[in-house]
Structure formats: structure tokens, C-alpha cells
């Protein structure tokens, strides 16, 4: 099956600083992106959805401002959580599907953020 | 909108045994998708099996099966000759037929397997 990765797998940054995580389809074009939030022992939740080379579509709830998506190639979409506060913590998790009709969805390993 | 319901938030089983685990859905689309993922410990998320709603026949993947039950809006999964390996959380999940949407997904069941 196709590959995603995401880069960190972990990352620790004080409050008040802003985080980066990339999300790479690494054996194909991933036209449209998911960034999914996972609580410990709970679902995931969907954050937003990305088509490359447009704006990012958020779920409502979710702070368009906090968390900044750019999709600006077919292979790379970044999920930048700015102003991160000890609430953000979490583990972020990216999907990507290679054409619309493509009825799977294929999931990178995961970020996890804490925030001190 | 649509949601996904599961119910049991732990099952456990004994290894070659047979359970089953429980998922509803409501939706008001004719076409969709629905599918069973499996996250392990490594929180990798694993596709299981899916079922497109138009077929009537049941999906089957080696061990894991599902019961998919249209009218009634149910979609269980059987795992069979349950093995240690199969411990993880089990997520039910729908997606609807149009291009560009997302996964929705269920509140998951913890599944144990013990010797």
C-alpha cells in the first residue's frame, strides 16, 4: 500500500512557541490531506481537510489561526501549531488519499506534541 | 450529518475464540463507504476491511469479517481464531461517496486477547 510519513514522531516545545509537522505521501500524489487529533484512549478527530494548492477546509471548533495547514504540493502538506499552550498536546495524525475516488485513506505514524 | 456509534468500549477474548465487535451508523446517503481500523499500541492506523454499501455480499479478510446489515444501519466485525497480535483498539469508520471527504469515525473499542 501507499506510504505517508510524518516528521517528528515527537516533539516537545515550551509555551508560547510554534511547532511544525510534516505530512509526505512518499509513493504518490496526494491530492487532498486529513489532519486528524487523537486524544489518549479516544477517537480521532478531525481537524481539517486540504486540497493542494488551496486553502485548507477546518471543522468547526477548530482555530484556523492555531493551527495553519499548507498544502503546497502534492506530496507535502504541514500542519504549524502556533502559540502552542500545555491544551495542544496531543498526537496529530495525517491521511492522505491519491485521487478523489480512491475509497482508502492511508495514514502516516503519527506526531506526538507535548507542550511544557 | 453523519455518525458512527460503537458501543462497547472494551471486549476481551480468549485466543481461537471468536468475537464480535459492534458499530451503527446514521446516515441519510444511499452511497457510502464503511470500514474497520485497527490501532495498535504503535498507534499506526491499520485498515482492517471495508465494505462498499452498494454490494449486498459481506466483506472477508483472512480472519476478520463483517456483518453488514443496510436497512438496519449496523456493521459489526467478526475476528475469528483471535490471536495476541489482534489487541488493539478497533475503530469503525464511514465515509461518504463523494470525492474529498473525510473519515468519520466511531469512539472505538479496546480490544484484549489473553492466553
Known amino acids: 500500500g501507499a506510504v505517508v510519513s510524518q516528521h517528528p514522531s515527537w516533539v516537545i516545545c515550551k509555551s508560547g512557541t510554534s511547532v511544525k509537522i510534516e505530512c509526505r505521501s512518499l509513493?504518490?500524489?496526494?491530492?487532498?490531506m486529513f489532519w486528524y487529533r487523537q486524544f489518549p484512549k479516544q477517537s480521532l478527530m478531525l481537524m481539517a481537510t486540504?486540497?493542494?494548492?488551496?486553502?485548507?477546509?477546518?471543522e468547526q471548533g477548530v482555530e484556523k489561526d492555531k493551527f495553519l495547514i499548507n498544502h503546497a504540493s502534492l506530496t507535502l502538506s504541514t500542519l504549524t501549531v502556533t502559540s502552542a499552550h500545555p491544551e495542544d498536546s496531543s498526537f496529530y495524525i495525517c491521511?492522505?488519499?491519491?485521487?478523489?475516488?480512491?475509497?482508502?485513506?492511508?495514514f502516516g505514524p503519527g506526531t506526538r506534541l507535548t507542550v511544557l | 450529518a453523519q455518525t458512527v456509534t460503537q458501543s462497547q468500549p472494551e471486549m476481551s477474548v480468549q485466543e481461537a475464540e471468536t468475537v464480535t465487535l459492534s458499530c451503527t451508523y446514521d446516515?441519510?446517503?444511499?452511497?457510502?463507504?464503511l470500514f474497520w481500523y485497527k490501532q495498535p499500541p504503535s498507534r499506526q492506523m491499520i485498515l482492517v476491511i471495508r465494505?462498499?454499501?452498494?454490494?449486498?455480499q459481506n466483506a472477508t479478510e483472512n480472519r476478520f469479517s463483517v456483518n453488514f446489515q443496510k436497512a438496519a444501519k449496523s456493521f459489526s466485525l467478526k475476528i475469528s481464531d483471535s490471536q495476541l497480535g489482534d489487541a488493539a483498539m478497533y475503530f469503525c469508520?464511514?465515509?461518504?461517496?463523494?470525492?474529498?471527504?473525510?473519515?468519520?469515525f466511531g469512539k472505538g473499542t479496546t480490544l484484549s486477547v489473553s492466553s
Open positions: 491521511s492522505a488519499r491519491d485521487t478523489p475516488s480512491l475509497n482508502e485513506q492511508f
Open positions: 509513493d504518490f500524489q496526494a491530492t487532498t
Open positions: 486540504s486540497n493542494e494548492g488551496s486553502k485548507a477546509t477546518y
Open positions: 446516515t441519510s446517503e444511499s452511497d457510502y463507504y
Open positions: 465494505q462498499e454499501a452498494y454490494k449486498q
Open positions: 469508520a464511514y465515509r461518504s461517496y463523494q470525492a474529498g471527504t473525510a473519515l468519520i
